[in-house]
């Protein structure tokens, strides 16, 4: 954890319609990073999204999103993972990233906000979350636009702004599928989902398969190395979508 960042009082105040958040001072927790976002609203609006960790390492980080430096009223989104009806629910404690990225080379949104944290869950091994927000000019404030979508230890994402092929605004997740017979770090197949940006700037899901071939797990290689291998199969998923 880094030093000089101030500790801020935390007491629920509200939820907001559109998503769960939580507009607060914060007990116990520290800032771990700040980025103005001035550059993403065309310089109009002086936002700035600052991300909070739990000292304790109990509680979900939270993601805040503020405009007013005197005042600094935050709308913060706890780190919790978007899952189905029946899906045990995940929360993350750990902070792993929080910057400015680029969506897409030509079409809106071209940059957004990702934000990345960790549930190191003994019964489930390391658990990411991945989101990516932007600003909607015409409701002028921050939104997710890639729901928080959870990868394990064995998984790996990437965003992909554009192509040789002219692709643009692609997000693909791989994570492992648990073969019969096989332990957690054999070699697995792995189920691919795709995600595209839509004509709304949101994304989209747009296709899912299972890879042909198995990739090596981490008692074999220093990290996970599927889309790169599958990016022809992933352009041929998107191919007319």
Same mark, same amino acid.
């Given at each position: 954890?880094?030093?000089?960042?101030?500790?801020?009082?935390l007491s629920f105040m509200f939820?907001?319609?559109?998503?769960?958040?939580?507009?607060?001072?914060?007990?116990?927790?520290?800032?771990?990073?700040?980025?103005?976002?001035?550059?993403?609203?065309?310089?109009?609006?002086?936002?700035?999204?600052?991300?909070?960790?739990?000292?304790?390492?109990?509680?979900?980080?939270?993601?805040?999103?503020?405009?007013?430096?005197?005042?600094?009223?935050?709308?913060?989104?706890?780190?919790?993972?978007?899952?189905?009806?029946?899906?045990?629910?995940?929360?993350?404690?750990?902070?792993?990233?929080?910057?400015?990225?680029?969506?897409?080379?030509?079409?809106?949104?071209?940059?957004?906000?990702?934000?990345?944290?960790?549930?190191? @869950?003994? $019964? %489930?091994?390391?658990?990411? #979350?991945?989101? =990516?927000?932007?600003?909607?000019?015409? +409701?002028?404030?921050?939104?997710?636009?890639?729901?928080?979508?959870?990868?394990?230890?064995?998984?790996?994402?990437?965003?992909?702004?554009?192509?040789?092929?002219?692709?643009?605004?692609?997000?693909?997740?791989?994570?492992?599928?648990?073969?019969?017979?096989?332990?957690?770090?054999?070699?697995?197949?792995?189920?691919?989902?795709?995600?595209?940006?839509?004509?709304?700037?949101?994304?989209?899901?747009?296709?899912?398969?299972?890879?042909?071939?198995?990739?090596?797990?981490?008692?074999?290689?220093? @990290?996970? $190395? %599927?889309?790169?291998?599958? #990016?022809?199969? =992933?352009?041929?998923?998107?191919?007319? +979508?």
């Amino acid at each position: 954890m880094k030093k000089g960042f101030a500790c801020v009082l935390l007491s629920f105040m509200f939820i907001l319609p559109y998503v769960s958040g939580i507009a607060a001072d914060r007990l116990g927790y520290i800032a771990v990073n700040d980025i103005a976002l001035g550059k993403l609203t065309g310089g109009q609006e002086k936002w700035h999204v600052t991300a909070y960790q739990d000292k304790a390492g109990k509680s979900p980080a939270l993601l805040c999103f503020w405009k007013d430096p005197n005042n600094k009223k935050e709308t913060c989104f706890p780190a919790e993972d978007d899952h189905a009806p029946g899906e045990k629910h995940y929360s993350y404690t750990e902070v792993k990233d929080l910057k400015i990225i680029e969506l897409q080379k030509s079409k809106k949104p071209k940059r957004g906000v990702l934000f990345v944290a960790e549930n190191a @869950s003994f $019964d %489930v091994g390391s658990l990411t #979350m991945v989101s =990516i927000w932007s600003y909607k000019e015409e +409701k002028r404030r921050f939104e997710k636009i890639l729901g928080a979508l959870r990868i394990s230890e064995q998984g790996e994402y990437k965003i992909i702004p554009s192509t040789k092929s002219g692709v643009e605004g692609l997000f693909i997740k791989a994570d492992f599928i648990w073969g019969e017979e096989e332990g957690r770090y054999f070699p697995h197949n792995y189920k691919i989902n795709i995600y595209r940006i839509d004509m709304d700037g949101m994304y989209r899901h747009v296709s899912e398969y299972k890879t042909d071939l198995k990739y090596k797990s981490l008692d074999d290689a220093d @990290s996970i $190395d %599927v889309i790169r291998h599958e #990016m022809k199969n =992933i352009l041929h998923q998107v191919k007319g +979508k």
